[in-house]
């Protein structure tokens, strides 16, 4: 872009206010007729009450502000040379998502299209809010982005989207309920962060000023305007007020985008739009009071299908947007699809990568013997340089020993915030580039429904037929084992485990090197959902010979350990000091006992435990009947919890004798060597439990798993 203010003005010109306000009572008829209408959508006859819902559903309170904004942002989204996107903060604008979507031609695609046929309309109104694409706005809706479900993220969403692409317009829709999420509040001081880390493209923030949150007064709209001014202004940002009439709202957007900056500038500009929640809802029925009551967040009448002064009140409500100016023979007016329709959307379609198990193990030769900092930290300029991919941290980078230099500033972000962290490496992502964030272990579950949320989207976004974006890749450190009592806390393994969602991958390596190869393959991947578990302090280093195999199948038998044809007791690790304790024990329980059989296996990615179908790294049904032969007793030593392990095995319904030593909340501060003694997995703890499971398990008579 290199005249953003002539083409903003441009923009604003192309349309005039009344085009702008048809466009924005065709949105707001199109939500009332999903809600309530199964039949005569455009009232081409007079409305009877069969015409009507039998049990009307879905939201409407939301609606009115949110098509308000998309009627006002209609002409910015055609500006040539721009890829504008529209994140959504809250799910309940459905209805306006859909109706937005029909007019644009957005749903006239696939086998069950909803084209700009009176049928077709008829048919989108009486399904909802059961249609393919569901009541609430999802990544199932072509053209827009909610990327997830948990309110909050939104901004910070944008900030990653805006991130790297000076050619991008985000505009954040945000409830004024919402800006009371931790999340939201940290973001408006978060985009700080990104002054002078590169050239970007411009965020708009638009507060939906409706007053009301689900249930009660929300606690923006308490504030006065030079309240609201003050608190903005504080944080940098030049406020700009309007609503509720459309020309205000234009008059507004067209102010803010003028004078709107890119993110490498910090703070800017934030619209806020006061348009009540339910605008447009009869005052009230019947003597009872609708308007600017929690009525109107859902269906503000419940049964105008039955209730006379209902249906006479919905006739009025319908008939008041004069629906015969809208459409023409069921399909939306010039006027108003020149209003809202955007240019095509600037999706990116990347290539299934090739060679990522060749290329990690270069990475793992290229850096073994490096102390962890050093190889990871060679590992993401080499990432940067080939991907341009990005770090966001909550001020741990140092701490975790990565050691980059003022000449990486540009490429890594950091604040003291992981919401903030995942939320701008969610937004990066989304847009087709490369990103991982980097944390402590203890504090990384903070995040854990975003992760769900996102999880949800990625799985949406596929069944809706869209290519995969870059994986979200976690780099966790800093573990409980070498810290203090308050920074102790494995958690986000199980929540990651427990969401049995196939896209999850945990990389447990065994070393500094097989980190660095774990890192570069899931940044490399696509589609995924990665975490990486490792020590930040020194490890023993192990034979590279496996390194594929673990890459490839997530585990491999550590033939230089033992690998018996027939083993009487398998010995498994997962993780570096699993793997640092277990290999000397397996030596020490050779030594003892040298006729034992053995077999070692590392696993690489835990998830390789669990059951084919609902893993995408599963151990295949026959191969995990020969690496663990029934009747063999089984000793794992973990980082994480056992139960995850016990979880995993556990989907597979097999009988096995296992026992699983992992972390146990230890009762006070303990050092490294007391925490190892409190968990059973120091060499000598492990030598032991070893030698009683052999003792215990004789032709396999003892079929049980136990936790240690």
């Not at 069950?112 to 399904?127: M, S, V, Y």
Request: net charge neutral.
């Amino acid at each position: 872009m290199t005249d953003w203010t002539t083409h903003v003005a441009a923009a604003a010109a192309s349309v005039t206010a009344a085009e702008v306000d048809t466009a924005r009572r065709a949105l707001d008829y199109l939500c009332l007729a999903q809600l309530y209408l199964r039949d005569n959508v455009t009232l081409s006859a007079p409305l009877q009450p069969s015409h009507v819902k039998p049990a009307p559903a879905g939201h409407w309170g939301v609606c009115p502000p949110v098509n308000a904004v998309l009627a006002a942002l209609g002409p910015y989204r055609r500006m040539p040379g721009m890829d504008v996107r529209v994140v959504h903060g809250g799910g309940h604008a459905g209805p306006s998502a859909l109706a937005h979507a029909w007019v644009t031609g957005a749903l006239d695609t696939g086998a069950d299209a909803f084209g700009h046929t009176e049928p077709d309309l008829q048919r989108l109104c009486a399904q909802f809010p059961h249609t393919r694409f569901g009541g609430e706005i999802t990544p199932l809706i072509p053209g827009h982005d909610h990327l997830g479900g948990q309110l909050g993220p939104a901004l910070a969403i944008a900030h990653g989207m805006g991130l790297d692409a000076p050619d991008r317009l985000v505009v954040a829709l945000i409830g004024d309920g919402e800006c009371e999420t931790g999340a939201t509040a940290a973001a408006w001081l978060g985009a700080r962060a990104m002054i002078g880390t590169g050239t970007h493209g411009r965020v708009l923030p638009v507060i939906l000023a409706n007053g009301l949150r689900m249930g009660s007064a929300s606690l923006l709209a308490g504030l006065d305007p030079s309240d609201l001014a003050r608190h903005f202004g504080g944080l940098g940002y030049q406020v700009i007020t309007a609503g509720p009439d459309t020309h205000e709202i234009i008059a507004a957007v067209a102010r803010a985008l003028t004078g709107l900056r890119p993110l490498q500038y910090g703070p800017s500009t934030v619209v806020v739009v006061t348009v009540d929640k339910g605008h447009g809802v009869p005052k009230s029925v019947a003597g009872q009071q609708l308007a600017r009551t929690p009525r109107v967040h859902k269906v503000p009448l419940r049964n105008p299908r039955e209730d006379s002064a209902e249906f006479a009140a919905l006739a009025s409500w319908l008939s008041g947007y004069r629906p015969g100016e809208l459409f023409t023979g069921g399909a939306p007016t010039g006027t108003v699809r020149r209003v809202l329709a955007p240019a095509a959307p600037n999706r990116v379609e990347l290539n299934a990568p090739r060679g990522c198990v060749a290329t990690a193990r270069a990475v793992a030769d290229q850096v073994a013997g490096l102390d962890f900092g050093t190889a990871i930290t060679r590992s993401l300029r080499q990432l940067n340089t080939v991907y341009g991919l990005r770090v966001f941290s909550p001020d741990e980078l140092t701490s975790n020993r990565i050691e980059l230099d003022a000449t990486d500033s540009g490429w890594t972000i950091e604040v003291l915030n992981e919401e903030l962290c995942h939320a701008w490496a969610q937004g990066y992502q989304a847009t087709g580039r490369r990103g991982v964030v980097i944390g402590y272990e203890a504090f990384a579950p903070i995040t854990a429904s975003l992760l769900a949320q996102q999880l949800l989207a990625h799985r949406l976004a596929a069944a809706a037929g869209r290519p995969p974006t870059p994986s979200l890749v976690y780099l966790l450190t800093s573990l409980g084992w070498h810290n203090t009592i308050t920074h102790a806390n494995p958690g986000l393994i199980d929540i990651a485990i427990a969401a049995a969602d196939p896209s999850v991958h945990v990389y447990m390596p065994a070393d500094a090197a097989r980190t660095a190869a774990a890192l570069t393959f899931a940044v490399r991947k696509l589609g995924r959902a990665s975490l990486i578990i490792a020590s930040k302090h020194p490890m023993p280093t192990h034979p590279h010979t496996t390194v594929d195999a673990e890459l490839r199948d997530g585990y491999a038998v550590w033939t230089h350990i033992a690998d018996d044809p027939d083993p009487e007791m398998m010995l498994v690790s997962i993780g570096d000091i699993a793997a640092r304790e277990l290999t000397r024990a397996a030596a020490a329980v050779t030594a003892t006992r040298p006729a034992t059989r053995l077999r070692y296996l590392h696993i690489h990615d835990l998830t390789s435990l669990g059951a084919p179908g609902r893993r995408d790294a599963a151990i295949s049904a026959a191969d995990f009947e020969r690496l663990f032969p029934p009747g063999v007793g089984i000793l794992i030593a973990t980082t994480c919890h056992p139960a995850a392990v016990h979880a995993l095995l556990g989907e597979r319904g097999a009988s096995r004798t296992v026992v699983v030593r992992g972390w146990t909340n230890p009762p006070r501060p303990m050092t490294h060597d007391e925490l190892l003694h409190h968990t059973g997995i120091t060499t000598a703890s492990l030598h032991d439990a070893a030698l009683a499971l052999l003792d215990n398990t004789v032709g396999g008579t003892l079929i049980r798993q136990g936790v240690h």
